[in-house]
């Protein structure tokens, strides 16, 4: 399969210009995140998807650049109750947010609580359009694995008319056939999924586990519009490797499912 843009060319700046680069390690040190933030003002990244308290820190050092800021809401299991994420939300545009990733409440999704579900949604919404914000729907499909419950979110994220849906928060460890504790992130099979299942036009974010060029590649080709990745660094580098500097005006992508 290749993949090709009408109006914008291939490069390595343009493919980040696709991601929202997350900074979300919950041992980081605030020297930690300045030192990401500063390095990161040189990648014309869509975003930064930085932690709660750090909105105002990464609006500062990020002053200048056209990368928006963005956080996450009710992170990373969703478990807040629909007024506090709404709260966090209003302190996160107030504190100089554009974009906030919520995480929909996982154990009222797969017990089917739809009306809950749409409360939860639609109270991040409203505060998100009072501030002429961005707003995606974290699904948290490492724990929802059952397609008839994301084919439902899907459903209410369209009815809604939310900004984007995404795949994962990179935190939905669960315990392996190995015994070990580990994620899955984005699939293949979920972007296609929730490609079939939304709206036209709203935008679909895979993240966790996205770390190569081909990664991102793959899910643009099956519909993504938004990468969540902390390896944007390593993308935009072998990105210069492998195009040498030219312009692309299709790349030919590998894809599994």
């Known amino acids: 399969m290749s993949i090709a843009t009408a109006n914008t060319p291939w490069t390595p700046n343009a493919i980040v210009g696709l991601c929202d680069h997350a900074i979300l390690h919950p041992a980081l040190t605030d020297a930690d995140l300045r030192d990401q933030l500063k390095a ?12 709660p ?8 050092v990020l002053s200048g650049t056209n990368i928006g800021v963005g956080t ?12 506090i994420k709404a709260e966090e939300a209003e302190r996160a545009f107030r504190d100089g947010a554009r974009d906030v990733d919520m995480v929909v ?24 359009r009072k501030y002429n914000g961005v707003i995606k729907v974290i699904f948290e499909t490492d724990l929802i694995t059952d397609d008839t419950v994301k084919i439902d979110l899907c459903r209410i994220c369209s009815e809604l008319a939310v900004d984007f849906i995404k ?14 504790y580990n994620y899955q992130g984005a699939t293949e099979h979920d972007i296609a999924l929730m490609k079939r ?25 099956l519909g993504a519009t938004r990468i969540g990745t ?22 030919d992508v590998s894809i599994a499912y």
């Open 40 to 51: 990161l003002r040189a990648y014309p990244v869509a975003t930064v998807c930085i932690k």
């Open 105 to 128: 409440n996982v154990g009222k999704a797969l017990s089917h609580d739809w009306d809950y579900i749409h409360q939860d949604v639609r109270a991040v919404l409203d505060v998100t």
């Open 230 to 251: 902390a390896s944007t660094f390593a993308i935009h580098a072998e990105a210069t490797a492998r195009f040498g500097g030219a312009a692309k005006s299709s790349i």
């Open 53 to 60: 308290y750090a909105v105002a820190t990464a609006v500062e």
């Open 167 to 180: 795949t994962s928060t990179g935190f939905g460890f669960v315990k392996r056939a190995d015994g070990n």
């Open 197 to 221: 299942h939304s709206s036209p036009g709203m935008g679909i974010k895979p993240s966790g586990g996205i770390r190569s060029l081909d990664d991102v590649l793959k899910y643009v080709a």
């Open 72 to 83: 996450v809401i009710g992170f990373p299991h969703g478990s807040s109750v629909p007024e």
